[in-house]
């Protein structure tokens, strides 16, 4: 047999036990899939709607205004004025809504007969009778909202041995312990500086700008360690702080610049790791802590670069870009959000400047607050805080004649409470929409009526329309084919909790 032949043979062989193997092996298993899960499904059937309004032109402030009932509606026409909300889409977690405790407010908060005070806690803090506010943040030393400038140090100490708050506990540690205590025993707290003191800025003033030296950056950031632990020695605990206020403003006030960059080395070669040395490598950083106009900017310089960013828990705003001309850029604030979604947003400060006692009244007030609020929730921010929590029948104290309104103005002369509708405004999202409550989706068929809404951890379902038209608007709150009539105020911000 040659060779060639017995090679043919051998390969016809294996061929053969190769089909024979095959044929007998058994058939691969059929994958096995599971069908989809089906998203849970929020029905409103059998569901009630309790509705609160504040409207102008009215006697309603955060008023009960009856009980709503769904009725099937399973495709609504062009013409029918929706609200649709759904709960089946969840989004980000708020973490609280408050405001300011600031010198301004202790000191007026203290010219206040015992009643009024009393008045004030409960107004604030409690979530039944008043607008159960659970964020808070004050400031570390002085800003323009006290009746001077100080420092908590000596000049030149830079070892910080005489570091002492004494000057606080005059006023602003026994307000914020009486908030702490009206809130139930937790108020969410956090600090921020609005300048170092002046022997560590080049411009040698607390006031007007000015940078902070480099030779002193480390001593700075024992400084925030000092607060910080000074003031939870003595009962007031601290989730979290931002790096400056404003860092880009040179004020006739207390200020100091960082430019983007600045604020990154600061936080990755000097703060981030002083707070996680010293033991409170937990508490909440955030960073930028001024207006939306150039929230993306600083947010890309300093989140961009992972030693900065392993230190930072989010992103703080304010909303006063509107000094320029502009509207205020609700879409900056969403741009971090999809970039970053990892972090967090954060409204660190909002009021409105040039107070006028005559105008304390004044509706568009609270409609500027309803607004903010709406469009800051919707795109992406976890909290709301307002600035002064209190201030005078001037608009202050302020040492630089800096005036602004606050929801509640407290006149020393009558010793009586003024209620702006700022605050009633500001209540329809805190006393309905608490901490742990996540944002859902929600719609409007009509851009004069706005909407956000969200979903708690008791199951209720908070929806808040605001009206900012001169015209009353009927129109549907919808929900997975259900519909509750409902009508909308002329210039009214109502809740609709939906149990």
Same mark, same amino acid.
């Given at each position: ?9 051998? #390969?016809?062989? #294996? ?54 009932? %769904? ?48 008045? %004030?806690?409960?107004?604030?803090? *409690?979530?039944? &009778?008043?607008?159960?506010?659970? !964020? ?19 000049? =030149? ?30 108020? +969410? ?13 080049? @411009?040698? @003033? ?6 902070? #030296? ?11 360690? =000092?607060?910080?632990? &000074? ?39 000097? !703060? ?12 909440? !950083?955030?960073?930028?802590?001024? *207006? ?52 967090? !947003?954060? #409204? ?44 005078? &029948? ?36 805190? =006393? ?19 909407? +956000? ?13 605001? *009206? ?32």
């Amino acid at each position: 047999m040659s060779t060639k032949f017995f090679s043919v043979l051998l #390969l016809a062989a #294996l061929s053969a036990t190769g089909a024979v193997a095959q044929k007998a092996a058994k058939p691969a298993a059929k994958p096995t899939t599971k069908p989809a899960t089906k998203a849970p499904t929020y029905s409103a059937v059998g569901r009630k709607v309790q509705v609160f309004t504040t409207a102008a032109s009215t006697n309603q402030r955060l008023a009960a205004a009856g009980e709503l009932s %769904f009725q099937p509606l399973p495709q609504p026409l062009e013409t029918q004025v929706c609200v649709f909300i759904d709960p089946n889409h969840t989004f980000q977690t708020v973490l609280g809504i408050g405001g300011a405790l600031t010198d301004a407010s202790a000191e007026t908060f203290a010219k206040l007969p015992k009643a009024v005070q009393q008045e %004030f806690m409960r107004a604030y803090y *409690n979530p039944k &009778e008043g607008i159960g506010y659970t !964020l808070a943040r004050t400031t570390i030393a002085s800003s323009d909202f006290s009746t001077a400038p100080y420092d908590y140090i000596a000049d =030149k100490d830079e070892s910080l041995k005489t570091f002492s708050v004494k000057h606080d506990e005059q006023y602003r540690i026994p307000f914020i312990k009486q908030a702490i205590a009206a809130a139930g025993g937790k108020l +969410t707290m956090y600090v921020a500086p609005w300048s170092p003191p002046a022997w560590m800025k080049d @411009n040698s @003033n607390r006031l007007k700008g000015g940078k902070l #030296l480099p030779k002193y950056r480390q001593a700075w950031a024992d400084h925030y360690v =000092k607060f910080i632990k &000074e003031y939870e020695r003595q009962g007031i605990p601290i989730w979290g702080l931002s790096t400056q206020n404003e860092p880009m403003a040179v004020q006739t006030w207390e200020s100091c610049v960082f430019t983007a960059e600045e604020e990154r080395d600061f936080i990755k070669g000097y !703060l981030g790791p002083t707070l996680k040395k010293s033991g409170l490598g937990d508490r909440k !950083l955030i960073a930028w802590d001024h *207006n939306r106009d150039q929230v993306y900017q600083r947010a890309s310089t300093i989140l961009d670069d992972p030693e900065a960013a392993q230190y930072v828990w989010g992103v703080g705003y304010h909303w006063y870009e509107t000094w320029t001309g502009s509207s205020m850029m609700f879409d900056n604030v969403r741009r971090v959000r999809e970039t970053y979604p990892s972090k967090n !947003l954060l #409204l660190t400060e909002a009021c409105i400047e040039k107070f006028d006692f005559n105008k304390v009244n004044d509706w568009a007030l609270g409609e500027k607050y309803g607004y903010s609020m709406i469009n800051d929730f919707n795109n992406g921010n976890v909290g709301w805080t307002d600035w002064n929590i209190l201030l005078d &029948e001037q608009g202050g104290p302020n040492h630089v004649k800096n005036f602004c309104y606050a929801p509640l103005i407290g006149d020393t002369r009558t010793g009586k409470l003024i209620y702006t509708n700022i605050y009633y405004y500001i209540g329809h999202f805190s =006393k309905f929409i608490r901490p742990g409550a996540k944002r859902i989706s929600s719609a409007t068929t009509r851009d004069w009526l706005q909407t +956000t809404a969200f979903q708690n951890t008791d199951g209720s379902v908070a929806v808040v329309v605001m *009206n900012s038209s001169d015209k009353q608007q009927d129109f549907s709150l919808w929900l997975n084919g259900q519909a509750a009539p409902a009508v909308s105020l002329p210039h009214s911000i109502s809740t609709f909790v939906v149990k």
